[in-house]
């Protein structure tokens, strides 16, 4: 989809200068670019400037097909190209967001990434519900690939949620995601209701979706959240909701 997206956009003039605007320096867009292409470039010659230093856990397929993880010496493999060819996707997808962003579709976005917010917590509920009914199956017709997932797990008599993926970790990481942009679209007082309870609801399930990564990360998102609230009360008259959240 994202292949059909660029074509569009490269067909468009508008479209594609606004997008490599959105990467041209000093601009947020311009480290983000840097940083994808350090990666790029680490996952090619890294591996080979300390091939069998150490050791690394990858997926094996056995004499049956089953998939397996396994730790092995560290040396290129089929990984470091796939991974940097979805590394470099983000990219292309972020600049074609930007630019769009630039051309007036802000609001547009920001909309369908709420709606998207909402679709990762109705998931997360339908995992809890059917858990505790015994109606694990609802989700079957998403979680089809043939790797283990971990989507029945419990802890302390917590459903560790995971949503529409195969682990908490991952939804963990998605739901945070989408937690921290639908709250400051809340504080900002982006018109509509749904920002504030979309946050609400995935701030609920991040807290119970036992991942302690996500933990850590939501701990120095929600600091950094403060932070820009309290910038705010000494920049100026800041919103009411900022007020609320820093206190």
């Known amino acids: 989809m994202l292949f059909f997206v660029l074509i569009s956009a490269c067909l468009r003039p508008r479209v594609l200068d606004a997008a490599l605007k959105s990467i041209a320096y000093p601009s947020t867009g311009f480290w983000f670019a840097a ?55 983000d990219l292309i997808c972020f600049m074609i967001v930007a630019g769009l962003a630039r051309l007036g579709q802000a609001r547009f976005i920001a909309k369908a990434l709420i709606a998207t917010a909402a679709a990762c917590f109705g998931f997360a509920i339908v995992d809890i519900v059917g858990f505790f009914t015994d109606q694990s199956q609802l989700l079957d017709i998403i979680r089809n690939a043939n790797y283990t997932m971990h989507t029945g797990e419990t802890i302390g008599g917590f459903k560790r949620i995971v949503g529409s993926f195969p682990e908490a970790s991952t939804y963990g990481a998605v739901a945070l995601a989408f937690f921290s942009f639908t709250l400051l679209l809340w504080l900002e007082r982006f018109p509509g209701r749904w920002a504030g309870a979309a946050a609400l609801g995935l701030g609920a399930t991040v807290l119970f979706c036992t991942s302690t990564a996500a933990y850590v990360a939501g701990l120095l998102i929600v600091s950094l959240v403060i932070l820009f609230s309290l910038k705010q009360l000494v920049s100026g008259p800041p919103a009411r909701r900022m007020r609320r959240f820093s206190s």
């Not at 396994?70 to 470099?88: D, H, I, R, W």
């Open 35 to 89: 940083y994808i292409i350090f990666s790029i470039i680490s996952a090619f010659f890294l591996p080979r400037i300390f091939a069998g230093a150490t050791l690394v856990y990858s997926s094996a397929r056995d004499a049956s097909s089953t998939m397996s993880t396994v730790a092995s010496p560290l040396q290129p493999g089929s990984s470091n190209f796939t991974l940097s060819v979805y590394m470099f996707g």
